[in-house]
C-alpha cells in the first residue's frame, strides 16, 4: 500500500475533536486515504469511526489502511452532502465530525483525471463516478462570458476575462483536452510578470474548474446545517479549508449559529426562542506550524474551525 497524502493538521483536529467518553462515534466526512482517521483511530482506542468519501478508488486505499482496525470502522461510498441529507445510520449520532475539504495528493498523483497542470492528463476533475459534467465539457462548451465569470467567482483570477477569450479562441480549432494544453493556453494569455509570480498562472483556473465540476461550495452550504442537526448536543464538529471561498463559507454558518437569534431577517418576531445551537471553540481559524509547513508546503493554506453543540434546534 503506497500512502500519498498527509493529513493536514492532525495534532490540532486531535486536540480539538478529543471525545469526552467510550465508544463515542467519529465521522470523517472526507475520508481520503484515510489519514485522519487512522489518527483519530489509534489514539483513542474505543472510537467507533464512519469514512465518507464520494471516490471509490481512493476509498480502496483507505479499506486497506484501515484493516487493521477492523469492526471499528464503516464505510460509504458517497457525496457527504448526500450522505448526511438522507442520514443511513438512524438513530446512531456521531459525537464528532471533521471535514478536510482539500483535494488529496492521491488525485493529484494516482488519480489521472487532470486535477493537477504538472502532469499531461485527460481533462476530467470529476471526484465521483456519478457526475455527468467534466472539466472538458466547462472549458469546451461554455460560452466565454459564463467562462469568465465562473473564473471569476471560483478562483478568484483577475485575469478570467483574458483567460476565457483565449481558451474560446483555441477551442475553435482543437477541442482542450488535456492539462497541460489548458495550462498552456492560460499561460500564454496572461501578461509575462504574472507568468513568474509567487503561483503557476493555471492555479486559479484550475481551482474554478474543479469547483464547478463536483459542486464543491454548494455540496458545502448544505452539508453544514445537515451535519450539524445530526451531531449529538455537546457534540463538536471541525472544518478544514483550503481556500477563502470554502472558510467564508464555514465562518459565516458558524457564527450564524453562534448567535442568540437565527430567524429569518425578514421575520418580524422571533420565534426561535433566542438560543445559540452552537460554541465556537476556535474564536480564529487554527492555522498550520511553521514546522508543518516545511515538511508539507501544501498545508500552509490550511484553516481549521471548531464549534461545540449546544442542543438541537428543534428542542
Same mark, same amino acid.
Given at each position: 500500500m503506497d500512502i500519498v497524502h498527509y493529513s493536514v493538521l492532525w495534532k490540532e483536529a486531535l486536540e480539538y475533536l478529543k471525545p469526552d467518553g467510550d465508544n463515542q462515534l467519529f465521522i470523517d466526512g472526507t475520508l481520503g486515504e484515510g489519514g485522519h482517521t487512522e489518527l483519530f483511530l489509534k489514539e483513542y482506542p474505543t472510537l467507533k469511526t464512519v469514512g465518507l468519501d464520494a471516490d471509490a478508488d481512493i476509498m480502496k486505499v483507505a479499506k486497506e489502511r484501515l484493516a487493521p482496525f477492523g469492526g471499528r470502522t464503516r464505510f460509504f461510498n458517497t457525496w457527504f452532502n448526500q450522505f448526511y441529507r438522507e442520514y443511513p445510520l438512524g438513530d446512531e449520532r456521531p459525537d464528532l465530525i471533521l471535514f478536510d475539504l482539500g483535494i488529496s495528493v492521491f488525485h493529484y498523483e494516482k488519480g489521472n483525471r487532470g486535477f493537477s497542470f504538472q502532469t499531461d492528463e485527460p481533462l476530467d476533475m470529476r471526484l465521483g463516478g456519478d457526475l455527468e459534467l467534466s472539466a472538458c465539457d466547462?472549458?469546451?462548451?461554455?460560452?466565454?462570458?459564463?467562462?469568465?465569470?465562473?473564473?471569476?467567482?471560483?478562483?478568484?483570477?483577475?485575469?478570467?476575462?483574458?483567460?476565457?477569450?483565449?481558451?474560446?479562441?483555441?477551442?475553435?480549432?482543437?477541442?482542450?483536452?488535456?492539462?497541460?494544453?489548458?495550462?498552456?493556453?492560460?499561460?500564454?494569455?496572461?501578461?509575462?510578470?504574472?507568468?513568474?509570480?509567487? +503561483?503557476?498562472?493555471?492555479?486559479?483556473?484550475?481551482?474554478?474548474?474543479?469547483?464547478?465540476?463536483?459542486?464543491?461550495?454548494?455540496?458545502?452550504?448544505?452539508?453544514?446545517?445537515?451535519?450539524?442537526?445530526?451531531?449529538?448536543?455537546?457534540?463538536?464538529?471541525?472544518? +478544514?479549508?483550503?481556500?477563502?471561498?470554502?472558510?467564508?463559507?464555514?465562518?459565516?454558518?458558524?457564527?450564524?449559529?453562534?448567535?442568540?437569534?437565527?430567524?429569518?431577517?425578514?421575520?418580524?418576531?422571533?420565534?426561535?426562542?433566542?438560543?445559540?445551537?452552537?460554541?465556537?471553540l476556535t474564536k480564529k481559524p487554527i492555522c498550520p506550524s511553521e514546522e508543518e509547513v516545511r515538511e508539507n508546503p501544501p498545508s500552509r493554506s490550511a484553516k481549521l474551525r471548531v464549534v461545540r453543540k449546544l442542543e438541537d434546534e428543534d428542542v
Open positions: 466547462i472549458v469546451n462548451q461554455y460560452p466565454e462570458k459564463e467562462l469568465a465569470d465562473l473564473i471569476y467567482k471560483y478562483g478568484e483570477e483577475r485575469y478570467s476575462r483574458r483567460i476565457a477569450t483565449a481558451l474560446v479562441r483555441e477551442r475553435k480549432g482543437n477541442p482542450i483536452e488535456t492539462t497541460a494544453r489548458l495550462a498552456d493556453i492560460i499561460r500564454g494569455s496572461v501578461p509575462a510578470a504574472y507568468r513568474h509570480g509567487r +503561483i503557476h498562472p493555471a492555479t486559479r483556473t484550475f481551482q474554478a474548474i474543479r469547483i464547478v465540476v463536483n459542486g464543491e461550495l454548494v455540496r458545502l452550504e448544505s452539508v453544514l446545517q445537515d451535519s450539524l442537526r445530526v451531531l449529538k448536543p455537546g457534540g463538536r464538529m471541525g472544518v +478544514i479549508s483550503f481556500h477563502s471561498l470554502e472558510d467564508r463559507i464555514v465562518k459565516q454558518f458558524f457564527k450564524y449559529k453562534n448567535q442568540l437569534c437565527t430567524c429569518p431577517p425578514e421575520q418580524p418576531i422571533c420565534n426561535c426562542g433566542g438560543r445559540r445551537t452552537v460554541e465556537i
